[in-house]
């Protein structure tokens, strides 16, 4: 479902013998690393999507790494760069962090505390390309059919569909509650030489017995709905709902395309039946609920729709479409896959299949539900302390409008201690300050 964690490091230092023995503690630490002495010469071997993260010092000749993370940002703002400074360029680091540096770190430093946010830029960063991969593939797919789906199971429903439409036979289409078996049929439909004519649909188990009857089979006022399907096709959905009595009158219309006429006669009816159940039929047949011969005429052919738990690799690709559509529809911008709902994709069962999944993306738009909102009983100690330090910050943040200032004394941490920790929990000081209070670091003048 995801890409492959990215581990290319793109080391930037002038120094020689740090450089090399930086270079070393990376690949000891399994990281794929390429080094340069300049910033120059980095941006020259810089690929269009680095699947890593870029760690460089301030202090270069030709290009800095201001300039470089300048020129980084403006080829893909997604990029994490991590700047290594000396101390007096702390200033300039605070500076560059604001610009959107990942993160700053002082020399000297621990290389276990350089590899750790190495490590988090990597996680970053690897999202980024799973959620552009994601949505490019979710256009690229709609473009040739809705039926989205990379698995091989899909890919083969898709030619199942293609080669049943054509052949103009009935079909019972087998799929779980939410799975999409209207979907199915409307692509036989479309697929079809009769896509020309209409589509008609009818839900058995929304219909009780005396209105289902005169909703399919018409009355002297007005026809019914397999009458209103001739030349097209009827989809008669949940049909492991319809009553005996209807079954019977159905088999008569499926053996015979005819009708019952007011003039006497049957009235002829040409159409394709597509058929849908969430149950097993052959099981209800020997429950003696449905009528063995009305299935053995359905089932001209039978198509099975899997459920999202036995595709799971399908379920990225999915929900960032799912996100797109609810972005568009509701006018806000549209959030980013995380490794929370990563996690969810992999352990959640889905009883609901795609239109649980579909739900659940249009909650997240709306900023109705997020893994990282879970109760705290539910969360690790590790998770409880970041999410108690996380509102913490933003609680200081909101009592003084975002005064970086204000809020590192209140905190009594450096303001370095501080842009790490709002930068760790993805926290954008400038959404705090007012209108009047916009000054570049959030001091007051």
């Known amino acids: 479902m995801t890409l492959q964690a990215p581990q290319k490091v793109l080391l930037v230092e002038d120094d020689g013998p740090f450089n090399a023995a930086l270079s070393d503690s990376f690949a000891i630490a399994g990281f794929e690393v390429e080094t340069h002495g300049d910033g120059q010469s980095a941006l020259a071997s810089l690929a269009v999507a680095l699947p890593g993260v870029i760690v460089t010092d301030i202090r270069l000749p030709r290009v800095d790494g201001h300039d470089l993370l300048e020129a980084v940002q403006a080829r893909d703002p997604d990029l994490p760069v991590i700047l290594m400074t000396g101390h007096g360029d702390i200033a300039m680091a605070v500076g560059a962090l604001k610009q959107g540096a990942y993160d700053f770190i002082a020399k000297p430093f621990a290389t276990d505390h350089m590899i750790a946010s190495v490590r988090r830029a990597l996680e ?16 690229e797919a709609e473009d040739t059919s809705p039926l989205l789906g990379q698995t091989p199971v899909m890919a083969r429903l898709r030619e199942t569909i293609r080669q049943v439409a054509v052949a103009d036979v009935d079909v019972l289409v087998e799929g779980e509650t939410g799975t ?33 009857d005169e909703t399919l089979f018409g009355n002297r006022a007005r026809r019914g709905r397999i009458a209103e399907a001739d030349r097209g096709t009827l989809f008669i959905d949940e049909i492991d709902s319809m009553s005996p009595m209807l079954q019977g009158r159905l088999l008569r219309v499926v053996e015979e395309r005819e009708l019952p ?12 039946i597509v058929a849908a159940t969430k149950t097993d039929l052959h099981g209800l047949v020997a429950e ?15 198509i099975r729709i899997p459920p999202l738990r036995e595709r799971r690799a399908d379920i990225g690709l999915l929900f960032s479409a799912f996100l797109d559509d609810a972005a568009r529809q509701h006018g806000v911008a549209r959030p980013q896959i995380d490794v929370a709902m990563e996690a969810r994709f992999l352990t959640d069962d889905w009883p609901g299949n795609v239109r649980e999944l579909r739900n659940y993306a249009t909650q997240v738009v709306l900023g109705l539900t997020s893994a990282q909102h879970r109760p705290a009983s539910e969360l690790g100690l590790s998770d409880q302390m970041d ?6 910050l933003r609680a200081a943040l909101d ?14 941490l450096p303001r370095r201690s501080l842009y790490a920790r709002l930068q760790r929990h993805g926290i954008n000081p400038s959404a705090y300050r007012r209108r009047d209070n916009a000054h570049g670091d959030g001091s007051k003048s």
Do not use: M
């Open 124 to 139: 970053t960063r690897r999202l980024v390309l799973e959620n552009r991969r994601l949505r490019q593939a979710a256009a």
């Open 180 to 212: 999409g078996k209207e979907l199915v049929a409307r692509l036989i439909h479309r697929w079809s030489r009769r896509h020309a004519r209409g589509f008609v649909a009818v839900d058995c188990a929304a219909l009780p017995d005396a209105i289902a």
């Open 261 to 272: 006429s007011s003039t006497g006669g049957p009235a002829p009816v040409n159409l394709r």
């Open 288 to 302: 003696g609920r449905f009528r063995a011969d009305l299935l053995y005429r359905l089932e001209t052919v039978r």
């Open 387 to 392: 999410q108690f330090e996380a509102s913490i």
């Open 399 to 412: 009592r003084f409008e975002g005064d970086i200032a204000e809020v590192a004394a209140a905190l009594q």
